[in-house]
């Protein structure tokens, strides 16, 4: 399994210079090839702080990602 720390902008409304912080709630999922939309096991949250235009931290499972 890969999981890649990501930030699109436009899905949380977030423009360019923005400063400040967000959570999501992130359902992980367990799913067997055709077996629909999977069953949630466990609910996380991915936190991100928006520091400066081109600095963001995400942190998720403890670990986080200048």
């Known amino acids: 399994m890969t999981d890649h ?9 977030v423009k360019p210079g923005d400063v400040g912080t967000f959570t999501w709630v992130v359902p992980n999922k367990f799913r067997c090839t ?13 936190n991100f702080i928006l520091a400066s235009p081109r600095r963001v931290t995400v942190t998720k499972y403890g670990l986080s990602t200048p």
Request: charged share 25%.
């Open 34 to 46: 055709g077996e629909g939309d999977g069953i949630v096991f466990e609910t996380i949250e991915q």
């Open 5 to 13: 720390a990501a930030l699109f902008l436009a899905k949380k409304n």
